[in-house]
């Protein structure tokens, strides 16, 4: 998070700044702007404080579980400072649960995708024996976009279909399409779960939208 500073106005100013910068009169303010100033100035306050922990907290686990799974490999014959991908870490009991996972996001190259596109129509426009209506539709459904994006899984799951397809084109759409995957960049993403009463794992959720209130 970026640094912010908060503007919170007080009864202390005998003049107020409103949103295009003019300043108003204390006095001029009413009651409620002035309750909706200090309470909106305190949430904001402690809102910047939580995030705060909580971006210190996360960088303390991301440190633990790494030193946590270099420990792993090292007890156990693995490679030290290779890395890791998705790991699992329990207490001795197993009442509590640590995980870790990784998603790569993936994207294509635009070129790449629009040549392997053209490729397979190819493919299709040729027909396959009577089994062009089964692969069109598969491939029609691949590439149809959703928000303006392409499906990652249902283009890579093209790939799947090389051998009954059996086309030399077809190939070489499937090598295009390997040539334009991109991966940009890779988020890492912690949970931790707790045992109840009954034996099942609770997630202790550590964001918002998440969280029911009563």
């Known amino acids: 998070m970026k640094t912010l500073t908060l503007n919170v106005q007080t009864s202390k100013n005998k ?20 309750k909706c100033e200090k309470t909106v100035g305190r949430v904001a306050t402690r809102a910047m ?4 922990d909580m971006t210190a907290f996360k960088n303390d686990l991301k440190r633990e579980v790494e030193v946590l799974y270099e ?20 207490s001795f009991d197993r009442s509590i649960k640590v995980e870790v996972s990784i998603n790569e996001a993936i994207t294509f190259d635009e070129n790449c995708i629009n040549l392997a596109h053209e490729m397979l129509k190819e493919v299709i426009s040729e027909g396959l024996s009577g ?26 799951g093209l790939r799947k279909y090389e051998q009954k397809v059996n086309k030399p084109r077809y190939s070489e759409a499937m090598r295009m399409i390997d040539k334009g995957i991109m991966r940009p960049s890779s988020k890492e993403y912690f949970r931790v779960w707790v045992k109840d ?3 099942e794992y609770i997630d202790v959720q550590l964001n918002f939208s998440a969280i029911k209130i009563d």
Not at 138 to 147: E, G, P, R, T
């Open 49 to 52: 404080k939580i995030n705060s």
């Open 131 to 156: 089994a062009a209506d089964w692969i069109e539709g598969i491939v029609l459904d691949a590439f149809a976009k959703s928000n303006g994006k392409l499906d990652t899984k249902k283009v890579l």
């Open 71 to 90: 420990d792993f490999k090292k007890e156990n014959g693995g490679i030290v400072g290779k890395g890791k991908g998705n790991a699992t870490f329990y």
């Open 197 to 199: 009463g009954n034996g």
């Open 15 to 34: 003049m107020w700044k409103d949103e295009a910068g003019i300043e108003i009169p204390y006095s001029r303010t009413t009651p409620f702007e002035r």
